[in-house]
């Protein structure tokens, strides 16, 4: 999954936006403060997650290949992925078995020319046409519904019931300087929300994210490229929620420099780039001495860990990189399977398990997988606070 990449993650600055909704001017309710320094070497999700856990092995047939997972949302007993690499969004059960391909590269009729973001929204898929300037809308079978056409240039999705929320990035799309917009499908109206200074526009629009929100229930989290503030969206608002900020090694606000080079080169701490919502945690993504660090908050408290590594402990320290949640309160893992198999040679074999029968689990999983299959998903249920 695209959702570690250096070259990113280093132009995220610090930056405060304002924000404009229908109600009266939110105010920001929380401020995170990390002290980078404070970072061990795990951070170990066990604590987190519930003991009993989902091995999904992606069936890979001569349709359903895989290059590279980009995003992954589960929706009732289907696991949908799209591979920006084929122009490909991919249906699956939950067991892993290959059901379809929604939608196809082409100019016709409810084809795609550029595959951008997509977002399931009840029964309906919704898929990005970046260069066609539209949305096509597929039911969960793969038939065609309707065509969105849209005006103003995103590069990213929020969807509720007969709400579009499009996710722009610093980019003068022709309609106005906001970075985000609300599309009323019931009324065929579009307002602007995030508004910026115009003369950023050369500056900043350069910089992106691969994933801008993450969505909980009816609630979603969104972050941007140098902006410290964390916004929840619902479905007839956009509000400031958090503010993250770094004690350490933040960005001077007067850096004239070029920013794709500066944070990384001269170490920088520029924000997360990566940040998935569930009921009582975030759990993020950032880079600091040019390196990965993760992130995990307690959204009750605002207590908060950091970690050179991400692993679960409980299954013989297995190591995570690509992940995602759920509005189910999942956490999915997501490994390919050479890397799996190079885990568990390498650290999980000779480790302890909390529990003997899921190294067994693992290990007869493990033994059938070709360095050359699909990627391989781990579902874990996350508990709750009391």
């Known amino acids: 999954m695209k959702c570690h990449y250096i070259y990113i993650v280093c132009i995220l600055l610090s930056s ?11 105010t920001v309710t929380e401020t995170i403060t990390i002290d980078p320094d404070r970072s061990e070497k795990q951070l170990d999700l066990s604590p987190l997650l519930e003991d009993s856990f989902e091995i999904i092995k992606l069936e890979m047939t001569d349709q359903s290949l895989i290059a590279d997972i980009d995003k992954i949302e589960i929706s009732d007993d289907q696991i949908f992925i799209s591979d920006k690499t084929s122009s490909k969004i991919f249906a699956f059960d939950l067991s892993g078995k290959y059901l ?34 539209k949305y096509i809308v597929y039911a969960k079978d793969g038939h065609l519904l309707k065509e969105i056409p849209y005006k103003s240039h995103h590069l990213g999705l929020l969807s509720f019931d007969q709400i579009l929320y499009y996710i722009n990035n610093y980019f003068d799309s022709g309609t106005g300087y906001y970075n985000l917009y609300r599309a009323d499908l019931t009324n065929g109206k579009t307002e602007g929300l995030l508004p910026f200074n115009k003369e950023l526009v050369d500056l900043y629009s350069r910089s992106a994210l691969n994933h801008y929100a993450s969505k909980y229930k009816e ?31 933040t960005i001077p606000k007067d ?30 993504t950032y880079v600091d001495k040019k390196r990965f660090r993760y992130l995990l908050i307690n959204k009750k408290t605002l207590e908060y860990k950091i970690g050179e590594r991400l692993v679960i402990n409980n299954l013989g320290g297995l190591m995570i990189h690509s992940y995602t949640t759920t509005s189910e309160d999942e956490l999915i893992v997501v490994i390919s399977s050479s890397i799996l198999k190079g885990i568990w040679v390498s650290i999980c074999r000779n480790n302890t398990f909390k529990n003997k029968a899921d190294k067994e689990r693992l290990e007869k999983v493990i033994s059938q997988l070709q360095e050359e299959d699909n990627p391989v998903l781990i579902k874990f249920k996350i508990k709750a606070i009391l």
Not at 100 to 105: E, L, S, V, Y
């Open 16 to 26: 405060c936006y304002s924000s404009s909704t229908k109600d009266n001017k939110p």
């Open 100 to 133: 379809r391909t929604i939608g196809q590269k082409g100019s016709g009729p409810g084809e795609f020319s550029y595959l951008g973001d997509f977002n399931v929204n009840g029964n309906s898929i919704y898929v990005q046409d970046v260069y066609g300037r």
């Open 219 to 249: 609630n979603a989290l969104l972050i941007y490229p140098r902006n410290d503030t964390i916004y929840n969206v619902t479905k007839n608002k956009v509000t400031p929620f958090y503010i993250l900020h770094f004690t350490k090694r």
């Open 255 to 284: 850096l004239k420099e070029e920013i794709y080079s500066s944070p990384i080169e001269k170490g920088y701490l520029s924000g997360v780039e990566y940040l998935q919502n569930s009921k009582d945690y975030l759990l993020g």
